[in-house]
């Protein structure tokens, strides 16, 4: 079956580097997705990466993807308290074209 | 330009009762999708539109679940017989291609609440 993992909670001071990390279980999954929810507002979408790639890189954003592992992860450089939200990662399995399946969503808190 | 919205924002309803959500997608988006997020959870798949081909339904939880799109317009959510169960915030996205790659583009979300 279909599964997104994520652990729930992740703390750092404002400056450093945060890693968020995801695990799925779907092989032929094609895309993986990173979203951001803040308080009240809708999902964001921060970045995605296609399943034959390994790294994406997008200004503060880095991906890393591990297809053998499963792996996902989102690193965040030099992170501000603007950062402070829940972020979801969520991949679209081979022919699902029409649906993505979430994980659970990691909350982010961002302290001085 | 003017991105998904959703209303109400907040529903608080009885146990029993039926209510409908609504979702306007962003102009010209073929594709448009429901999702149910539940206090501490991920988002579920409910419901998904594609233009007017037969909407692909295999996330409704039950059939006190419907949903109606007319065309590539507004969409209504609409649930019967309210259970407490499904006290959740109900998102919507639209897509401008069927593949909704990377352009799930998504709405605040009505947060609806069954006494």
């Known amino acids: 079956g279909e599964d997104v993992e994520q652990s729930l909670f992740l703390s750092v001071r404002e400056g450093d580097s945060s890693v968020i990390n995801c695990t799925y279980t779907?092989?032929?999954?094609?895309?993986l997705y990173w979203y951001k929810q803040e308080p009240g507002a809708g999902l964001q979408l921060l970045t995605y990466?296609?399943?034959?790639?390994d790294m994406k890189q997008d200004q503060r954003l880095t991906v890393l993807l591990n297809k053998k592992d499963k792996h996902l992860s989102l690193r965040i450089a030099d992170t501000q308290t603007g950062d402070s939200a829940i972020y979801f990662c969520?991949?679209?399995?081979?022919?699902?074209?029409?649906?993505?399946?979430f994980g659970a969503g990691t909350r982010l808190a961002v302290h001085p | 330009g003017a991105g998904v919205s959703q209303s109400p924002s907040n529903k608080v309803t009885e146990k029993g009762k039926d209510v409908e959500l609504r979702c306007d997608p962003i102009?010209?988006?073929?594709?448009l999708y429901w999702y149910r997020q539940r206090l501490g959870q991920g988002l579920e798949f409910l419901i998904y539109?594609?233009?007017?081909?037969?909407?692909?339904k295999s996330g409704l939880p039950s059939d006190r679940f419907s949903a109606e799109r007319t065309g590539e317009s507004v969409s209504t959510l609409t649930i019967q017989r309210t259970q407490q169960e499904d006290s959740a915030v109900y998102l919507c996205?639209?897509?401008?291609?069927?593949?909704?790659?990377?352009?799930?583009?998504f709405g605040p979300g009505t947060r609806l609440l069954v006494l």
């Open positions: 102009s010209g988006h073929t594709a």
């Open positions: 779907d092989s032929s999954s094609t895309y």
């Open positions: 990466i296609f399943s034959n790639m």
């Open positions: 539109f594609q233009g007017n081909s037969a909407p692909d």
């Open positions: 996205a639209s897509s401008p291609q069927d593949r909704g790659l990377e352009t799930q583009y």
């Open positions: 969520a991949e679209m399995p081979w022919g699902g074209y029409n649906k993505l399946i």
